[in-house]
């Protein structure tokens, strides 16, 4: 019953043994595993639940503001450029109104995503309750047929 790893005959065994090497590759696999930091960025942002029952507010159609981020990392309100501070000051004025303007969001394909998470943020913080996202049906086409 004894175990030979060569020939029966005695000779030595010419193949390399490569359960150890194996083994440390195994090991190596699960520490570099563990080692990639989880994706933990995100923008938390609360979106209104929607409701089968119409409002009055609803029911009035309400100027609608527009904010486009470029590729070239410009921020458009309504088609104009503004910078950040204006763009505080903007959603400032719109939670004056009576009946708060729809603010819609629509990045560009090459937006900066650093730009967006920057811009989210303040509008998150200034209290805007009338929020979307726009334009997100142009990329739909992906995967479908003649697209």
């Known amino acids: 019953m004894a175990i030979s790893g060569g020939k029966d005959d005695g000779s030595p065994m010419m193949e390399m043994n490569t359960t150890p090497l194996i083994d440390v590759m195994l090991v190596l696999l699960i520490m570099f595993i563990i080692t990639i930091p989880v994706a ?10 929607p409701s089968d029952v119409p409002t009055p507010e609803d029911q009035v159609d309400p100027i609608k503001n527009k904010i486009v981020l470029t590729q070239t990392g410009e921020i458009l309100w309504n088609g104009t ?4 501070n204006e763009l505080v000051r903007n959603l400032q004025e719109t939670l004056a109104f009576a009946i708060e303007p729809e603010l819609q969001f629509e990045p560009e394909p090459l937006a900066s995503y650093d730009l967006s998470a920057k811009v989210l943020n303040i509008i998150k913080g200034s209290g805007v309750t009338k929020f979307g996202f726009v334009g997100n049906e142009k990329y739909r086409t992906f995967g479908k047929a003649g697209a």
């Open 40 to 49: 933990t960025h995100s923008v938390d942002i609360d979106l209104p639940q």
């Open 81 to 84: 450029a503004i910078d950040q």
